[in-house]
């Protein structure tokens, strides 16, 4: 039977108190964090080149900010170039986007569901449709997307001081840091912690470095392909499509439905729906045998059914950035637990922590 000692209760108490406030100010400056999650996973996709190019004698300060600065004017040259473009296909559709167009759109659709489904309370779609337009044009609601709006314009103001800032220092000073939060771990421990840290920070580098060439190569193929198929707006759709990519199976779904619905407004019928599902078909079948086992080879991947699991737990727990997170912090997570479980087998200091406790 467990002894409780005044100790303990206050070691427990501390231990609980110290949890609830991390999380606490986790919570709090959820923002922040997300600012240097963001530039953590720039220095794991951007750690390879500054390392190369000191193997070549460069100062790697000087790296860095060379790395960063082409970063930097690559965005900037998106910004005025691409963004433009789609800029102006967003206004040409936002001009077809109205009321009408969405009914149509929901008669249509509500048609095929009541061919295959005829169950179904006909004008169902239609009624959700006009309810949810109308209630999106009332004031409050309207106020609400415009001071979310504002937050958004804010947060990317801070987000363009505060990234490259941080972004900076992890690439420069990422050893020191990491020598920093070993010095906190016991000696007995300090080569399995090693390898945990750098297995993750190997296995984050090769998934975020994967998932951006995958998104960027689906992206731009998507847009050739929407292209041919005679999407006016293939550019923005492609772009959209690349971007919803790097979520696991709910990527091409999306894919799908934005390329079938844009097409549909465009038009102001069916004709080149069919097109536009052959062209992200064929995206996707080339994703799935070429893209995705070229890249993601040198690494071990979770098993697909665990990973559509992991995907609805991560959207379930915190919406479209869980889904996005879930992947990374189950890799994560199962480096961790691989680790200890082999440190455990194979190191002595481990055996005889345990031989201890048993006696």
């Known amino acids: 039977m467990p002894t409780f000692t005044f100790d303990k209760v206050i070691r427990f108490l501390l231990i609980t108190g110290v949890g609830l406030l991390s999380l606490w100010l986790m919570w709090k400056f959820s923002v922040l964090l997300i600012y240097l999650g963001v530039?953590?996973?720039?220095?794991?996709?951007?750690?390879?080149?500054?390392?190369?190019?000191?193997?070549?004698?460069?100062?790697?300060?000087?790296?860095?900010l060379l790395v960063l600065t082409s970063l930097i004017l690559l965005i900037i040259w998106a910004s005025t170039t691409i963004l433009p473009n789609i800029g102006n296909q967003a206004a040409r559709l936002a001009q077809q986007f109205d009321l009408d167009t969405l009914v149509f759109i929901a008669r249509n659709v509500e048609d095929y569901i009541l061919q295959v489904f005829p169950f179904f309370d006909p004008g169902f779609l239609e009624r959700g449709i006009t309810?949810?337009?109308?209630?999106?044009?009332?004031?409050?609601?309207?106020?609400?997307?415009?001071?979310?709006?504002?937050?958004?314009?804010?947060?990317?103001?801070?987000?363009?001081?505060?990234i490259p800032f941080t972004?900076?220092?992890?690439?420069?000073?990422?050893a020191k840091l990491r020598r920093g939060i070993l010095q906190l771990v016991p000696n007995k421990y300090f080569e399995t912690s090693l390898?945990?840290?750098?297995?993750?920070?190997?296995?984050?580098?090769?998934?975020?470095?994967?998932?951006?060439?995958?998104?960027?190569?689906?992206?731009?193929?998507s847009w050739i392909l929407l292209s041919i198929a005679g999407l006016n707006n293939s550019l923005s759709v492609g772009i959209a499509i690349g971007v919803a990519n790097t979520i696991p199976y709910f990527g091409p779904v999306f894919g799908y439905l934005l390329s079938i619905v844009i097409a549909i407004i465009e038009t102001g019928d069916f004709?080149?729906?069919?097109?536009?599902?052959?062209?992200?078909?064929?995206?996707?079948?080339?994703?799935?045998?070429?893209?995705?086992?070229?890249?993601?080879?040198?690494?071990?991947?979770?098993?697909?059914?665990?990973?559509?699991f992991i995907i609805l737990i991560g959207a379930e727990l915190a919406g479209l950035l869980g889904m996005l997170l879930a992947i990374p912090i189950a890799t994560i997570i199962r480096v961790i637990i691989t680790q200890i479980a082999w440190s455990f087998k194979n190191y002595h200091v481990f055996k005889s922590n345990v031989n201890t406790g048993k006696t």
């Open 167 to 174: 972004t900076f220092f992890f690439l420069r000073d990422g």
């Open 271 to 308: 004709s080149l729906v069919i097109n536009c599902i052959l062209a992200v078909a064929v995206v996707q079948i080339l994703d799935n045998i070429v893209f995705y086992p070229a890249i993601f080879s040198r690494t071990s991947e979770i098993h697909p059914l665990y990973v559509l």
């Open 39 to 64: 530039s953590l996973i720039l220095s794991y996709m951007l750690d390879p080149i500054v390392n190369r190019m000191q193997a070549g004698g460069m100062n790697r300060t000087l790296a860095i």
């Open 195 to 221: 390898t945990i840290i750098s297995k993750i920070e190997t296995r984050l580098g090769f998934h975020f470095r994967g998932v951006a060439l995958q998104s960027t190569l689906v992206g731009l193929l």
């Open 131 to 162: 309810s949810s337009f109308d209630s999106s044009l009332e004031l409050g609601n309207f106020q609400e997307v415009i001071g979310n709006i504002l937050g958004v314009f804010t947060n990317v103001f801070f987000a363009v001081l505060i």
